[in-house]
Every structure is written in structure tokens, then in C-alpha cells.
């Protein structure tokens, strides 16, 4: 097989993403060539995220390399992705998932505080956030999971919020800040949180062989699931939305938030999209 070059975003957590995947693959006695590219997204850090793309923002410029052939293979977060990804592109593979869940990381001293200052601008982890802290206020905040600590340390917020999958595959040392990772049953995650999603041409069955045999059966299935719930509440990312899964040999428990109000089923995998369709109705109810 020729050397498949794998794209990506540029950022120090994206390509720890992407090494994962070429490291897999590699062990297949593939040669990988990663290429790195600047989204939209990362030129510009400053501006709400809702305000120039909301979700798919860090992905159409990396899908555009596959399309025209610059890339064989793009690797994402998968709560970065668009409800429908580009024509002619699947995601074909998933390797095992990190964890989920999000972390409060506060500056010493202030995790004991209500009225503190808190650097978000997700309206999903503001309104879970304000069932622990009603008289907190939020500040929007951008840039990469170093960026945004040194913003904490220096003052400019009391605390932050981010996912625990990036803190964890960055080996990131908070020793300095107080942490509290929430249950993914009381701060419900993004929809595919902690998931790495391996994006293809649909049409290149050699690439959709390679990168099945590199994912994860039960990351595969609460993906699977949760774009589906994702699809369904069709909300943009001005809306507060939670979803996430657990996989329990062939059992599926699907939680979702919708702002403020949530649901909870279980039942057999294979039942996946009824379980989302009685969830969304429960919701809008």
C-alpha cells in the first residue's frame, strides 16, 4: 500500500489524537505521513465559537483534504463533528475511548466559593454548572487546554471547565489548581465525548478495512448512538445539549440533557434509535 497521509488539526492534542491512530496502523506495517492543518477554528481564538461555525468549525477544512485527495485519512475529536459530515466521507474509524467526563478546575483556595468567575462559553456546561454554583458567572473562553490554565493561573477566572479526555491524553499536571471531575450522571458530557472519530472517502474500501480493524467494538457503538441522539435534537451549539452512553455487554443506557431538561433509557442495543426517539419525545414533551 502507498504511504496514506493522515490529516489533522495542528494543535499539541490533536496530534496526540492523531499519533494514536498512526500509531495503530502502523502496527500493521502501514506507513502513515501526518499532515497538519489550520482550521478555521484555530486562526481565530478569540472569537465565541457560535460566531464563526459553531459546530464543524475545527472540521470542514480538514474534510476538504480528503476530498480532494491532499488526504486519505482525517482524525478528529468526535464532539467536534457536525450532525452530517461532508459528501462521499464516513467515519470508519474509532479507536477506544478516554474518558468522558468534564472537569471543574478551579485556582487554589476558590473551589469553596458560589459567586465565582467561570471561563466557559459552552451552554451545556453552563446550565449544568449552575446546579452547583446558581451565583456563578461565565465568561467565554477560547484557545488550547494550556492556553486556557495559564488564563486560571493568572487570574483572569476563579475556574474552568474542560474535558477530562484532553487533560488525560495531554498528561497534564493540575497539582497547582483544585480539580472536581463531575459523574457524567449529574453533568452530562458533549455527544461523543473522549471519542477520537478516523474519517475516510466512502468509496476507498481499502482505508474503511484498515481503520475498522483499529477501533473499538463498544467505543464504535456509543458513538454510533450518540450521533444518532445528536441527530435527532438537531440543536446548534448556541443550545445547551448533553448526550452520552454506557455499554454493558449487549445493554445500551442513553442519558441526554436539552436545556435543563433531561432523560434517561435503557435497553438492548440493536434498539438504539427507538431508545433516542422516546428520549427526544420525553424531552420535548
Known amino acids: 500500500m502507498k504511504n496514506i497521509i493522515l490529516a489533522t488539526r495542528s494543535s499539541r492534542l490533536a496530534t496526540i489524537q492523531a499519533q494514536i491512530v498512526k500509531d495503530s ?3 500493521q506495517g502501514v506507513n502513515i505521513t501526518i499532515e497538519k492543518v489550520s482550521t478555521k477554528g484555530d486562526k481565530d481564538r478569540r472569537s465565541p465559537i457560535n460566531e464563526i461555525g459553531g459546530r464543524g468549525l475545527f472540521v470542514k477544512d480538514i474534510e476538504e483534504y480528503l476530498l480532494d485527495g ?3 485519512i482525517a482524525v478528529h475529536s468526535g464532539k467536534d463533528l457536525p450532525y452530517t ?11 477506544k475511548a478516554a474518558d468522558s467526563e468534564d472537569c471543574l478546575i478551579f485556582r487554589k483556595g476558590e473551589a469553596h466559593k458560589n459567586n465565582i468567575l467561570i471561563g466557559t462559553g459552552s451552554p451545556r456546561r453552563i446550565t449544568e454548572c449552575k446546579k452547583f454554583f446558581p451565583n456563578a458567572k461565565y465568561e467565554s473562553i477560547r484557545g488550547n487546554v ?3 490554565l495559564e488564563k486560571l493561573k493568572c487570574g483572569q ?9 484532553g487533560i488525560d491524553r495531554l498528561n497534564t499536571d493540575l497539582s497547582e489548581f483544585d480539580v472536581r471531575v463531575f459523574d457524567t450522571n449529574e453533568f452530562i ?4 465525548q ?5 474519517e475516510c472517502r466512502e ?4 482505508i474503511i478495512k484498515l481503520l475498522h480493524s483499529v477501533s473499538d467494538e463498544i467505543t464504535a457503538k456509543r458513538f454510533e448512538a450518540e450521533r444518532y441522539m445528536l441527530s435527532l435534537m438537531q440543536a446548534d451549539c448556541n443550545v445547551a445539549l448533553g448526550v452520552h452512553s454506557k455499554i454493558d455487554g449487549e445493554e445500551i443506557e442513553i442519558s441526554a440533557m436539552f436545556c435543563g431538561r433531561r432523560a434517561v433509557r435503557s435497553g438492548i442495543f440493536e434498539n438504539y434509535k427507538s431508545i433516542c426517539r422516546e428520549i427526544k419525545d420525553e424531552i420535548y414533551g
Open 25 to 27: 496502523l502502523e502496527n
Open 85 to 95: 459530515l461532508a459528501n462521499g466521507l464516513i467515519i470508519a474509524g474509532t479507536p
Open 146 to 148: 494550556d492556553t486556557r
Open 70 to 72: 491532499r488526504a486519505d
Open 157 to 165: 477566572y476563579d475556574a474552568i471547565i474542560l474535558a477530562k479526555a
Open 194 to 198: 473522549g471519542i477520537i472519530a478516523a
Open 203 to 206: 468509496n476507498d474500501s481499502e
Open 189 to 192: 458530557p458533549s455527544a461523543c
